[in-house]
């Protein structure tokens, strides 16, 4: 008794003492904080946007949100006023076009209120503006107003100017919003593609507005299905016959986004079969149509057909880089214009990423790549002959660059999953001129948080080291037992585990967040062999078998984290949107006895239910193929079905349509097990947002419910 006494009055001792020998007593983060609503860990700094100039670089403070240059050899900074340029910006309002010059002056310059224009763009002069109305394609003149249609055969499965839906959600990417013109660089022409979906089936979108509803019709090519028939066509902005490139629309192809060359005289455009295993590269005469092929690369899987970066014209007008991953390794490569390959640019067991800068002075690229390892990202130089090959960036961080116009400098945000983002300045020898921001609050090691670790874990087969990033509880204490959440993507060469501070932030929706670790949920984010970690090679595993080998290396974390004393072996819950979702319901079926738990955000659930330019990528057509949809298809394991879950879908998603979920949905009630489903009205492969509180809210009491097993706190009220 005498002994716990004395305990007793020595531990009061100590921490009445603390405060007064600078030691504090760790404090943990309110609610506010731990969903980063509120600074404590971190603080704000300033953004850097950017360069005003080879020697200044743009700063916009944290708390007068003012922009501002600096001198990078002085630090000196003074405000920031953009040079004027009689830049007009263009809109659409109550479906016609009106423009803003540089005084502000609004002019309206259609007038057709019943019939909406599209994609309204000014050419490089500022005289004209391309738009298109009624699937047809137009321009007018700014300064007269004239009007010139180009196109007359527009309908409802007839589209000039106007992209298919495949091509728009595969091909040239949703930020065009359907645009498929293009001005040349001398203002002089506009190339276009011309779609005609006759052949594609129509798929029905049920919108439950109103009294009786109606139904939004999309031409959706799904796997093995007809595409549509496309041609290109050229127009002089003062008006002319069509010239069309010499290309026979009724073969089944694909086409990438042309590029124009520097002088307007010719265009380079993407081919592809429909396979998808051969790319070539066509010159074409847009007076004639001609064409001339400058470039073919064949690979046994297929060929990714991007549309950024594939090609980078230089400004010689003579050479082109070209972006390939034909060695299993995306790398670049300097081309002339004609298609003769001058040299690899870079080489290696590694992936480049983006180019940041080409200084054609001294016939230097800078390049970001991941090299150092597949979770992080560096700045580069190398000559265009491929020598003289040097990192710039620095240690073990992920590195995001924005480099200085002639590339004597950069300017690097730089973070891992145990480092506050910080900001340096940088020179093009790698010599850090000076720091220039620390996101670390000065309370930072006052605070208690969950510990976030970055490591790899052997695939099952020994080939592969599986990246994970993993959240612990705060307090970790080996000897307690925690539930899991992980968070997952899964798709080809869409890896989502990074070695940065992001990935140990706050976030509502599984990974990472603060909250759950100040709760007791462990949180994992994992890659697979095939998620662009170990370039091309890695993600052939993927070709005609999608879900198998992410589910194998999925399955391998999982018996990683069930082999540890401190995991639940009943509360593993996995997560996912998307092709997350399609994963997720695997794991809760093909893979039930590894996961307990499932949320599955707008999930595929059968391939024949998707598109033909995605799909038909990793899998070939259903014909070729039919026993890897079968394999992939969560349809064909519902028997192995148990746990709990819970899936969610948009009932206007035009992308991942609902009817995979209701596919599924039939399965499980067929076969009378439990699950939960929530149906988002006017919501299409996001939610609406009216709906994301209501969204969050439901995650939360789940994991309250399943995870922890104790009432959602009223704080979430």
């Known amino acids: 008794m005498k002994e716990t006494f004395k305990n007793l009055i020595f531990v009061s001792l100590f921490v009445v003492l603390l405060p007064q020998y600078g030691i504090s007593q760790k404090k943990s983060l309110s609610f506010e904080q731990a969903w980063g609503r509120t600074p404590s860990v971190t603080k704000p700094i300033h953004q850097y946007v950017g360069w005003a100039d080879a020697q200044h670089y743009l700063e916009t403070d944290a708390h007068d949100r003012q922009t501002y240059k600096v001198n990078v050899k ?11 340029r009689a830049t007009l910006q263009v809109f659409v309002k109550d479906n016609d076009i009106y423009i803003k010059d540089s005084s502000n002056t609004e002019r309206r ?75 040349s660089p001398d203002s002089k022409q506009i190339a276009f593609m011309r779609f005609d979906d006759t052949k594609v089936p129509m798929f029905p979108i049920y919108i439950s507005r109103g009294q009786n509803g109606y139904l939004e019709e999309t031409r959706y090519p799904k796997a093995g299905q007809d595409n549509p ?15 069309w490139a010499d290309f026979n629309e009724k073969d089944d192809q694909y086409f990438g986004q042309p590029y124009w060359s520097y002088d307007s005289q010719s265009i380079m455009v993407q081919w592809m079969n429909r396979d ?33 970066e594939r090609i980078t014209y230089l400004a010689d007008n003579r050479h082109y880089i070209l972006k390939s991953d034909r060695t299993g390794w995306a790398h670049y490569y300097l081309y002339r214009l004609d298609g003769t390959l001058v040299n690899a640019i870079t080489a290696g067991d590694w992936q480049v990423q983006e180019i940041q800068c080409i200084d054609e002075k001294n016939k230097v690229l800078y390049l970001t790549a991941r090299k150092e390892n597949s979770a992080t990202v560096d700045l580069y130089r190398v000559d265009f002959s491929g020598r003289n090959f040097q990192r710039l960036t620095f240690e073990n961080y992920t590195h995001d660059v924005k480099v200085s116009p002639n590339g004597a400098y950069f300017i690097t945000r730089y973070s891992d999953v145990a480092t506050p983002d910080r900001v340096a300045l940088v020179d093009n020898k790698g010599k850090v001129i000076r720091e220039l921001a620390d996101s670390k609050s000065a309370d930072f090691v006052h605070y208690k948080i969950g510990k976030t670790a970055y490591f790899t874990i052997k695939s099952d087969d020994g080939k592969f080291d599986l990246p994970v990033v ?30 940065t501070w992001k990935n140990s932030s706050q976030s509502p929706y599984g990974g990472m967040s603060q909250y759950w670790s100040g709760e007791g949920i462990i949180q994992v984010a994992c890659d697979h062999r095939a998620s662009g970690h170990y370039g091309k090679q890695g993600v052939v595993w993927m070709h005609r078998n999608l879900g198998h080998w992410e589910l194998i290396d999925y399955i391998t974390v999982a018996k990683w984290l069930k082999s540890k004393p401190w995991v ?14 399609y994963m997720t319901c695997l794991a809760l079926t093909k893979g039930s006895d590894y996961f307990d738990y499932g949320i599955a955000g707008a999930p595929v659930t059968s391939w024949e239910l998707y598109d033909t330019h995605y799909t038909e990528r990793w899998m070939d057509t259903p014909q070729e193929n039919p026993e890897g949809y079968k394999s992939g298809s969560v349809l064909t394991y519902v028997d192995q079905y148990k746990g709990g879950l819970r899936v969610l879908h948009g009932d206007m998603d035009d992308n991942v349509h609902m009817q995979n979920t209701i596919q599924l949905v039939d399965a499980l009630t067929s076969r009378d097990v439990p699950f939960e489903l929530m149906i988002y009205p006017g919501s299409r492969h996001g939610w609406d947002r009216s709906k994301i509180n209501f969204d969050f809210k439901e995650r939360v009491r789940f994991y309250y419910q399943y995870l922890l097993e104790k009432p959602v706190p009223a704080v979430f009220n």
């Open 568 to 581: 639940a072996k009943d509360k593993l819950l996995i997560t996912g949107h998307s092709y997350g979702g």
């Open 109 to 183: 310059l259609t007038n057709s209120p019943k019939v909406e224009e599209k994609n309204p763009t000014v050419s490089p002069d500022g005289q004209y503006v391309a738009f298109t109305r009624d699937n047809n394609l137009f321009s007018l003149d700014v300064n007269s107003g004239t009007e010139s249609q180009y196109t007359t055969d527009g309908t409802d499965v007839i589209y000039n100017g106007w992209s298919s839906w495949v091509y728009y959600e595969e091909i040239f990417g949703r930020p065009t919003r359907y645009k498929a013109f293009w001005w």
């Open 276 to 308: 998808q295993t051969n790319l070539k590269f066509y010159m074409v005469n847009p007076t004639s149509g001609t064409k001339r092929e400058i470039y073919n690369e064949e690979q046994p899987t297929w060929i990714s057909l991007d549309h950024d």
């Open 470 to 499: 993993i959240t612990y509880p705060v307090d970790f204490d080996e000897s307690k037992v925690y539930p899991v959440i992980m968070n997952i993507y899964g798709g080809p060469d869409a890896g989502t585990v990074k070695n």
């Open 74 to 84: 002085t630090g000196v900074r003074s405000v920031h006023t953009p040079e004027s």
């Open 229 to 243: 028939e496309v041609r290109i066509g050229f127009v002089n902005v003062g008006g002319s016959a069509i010239v």
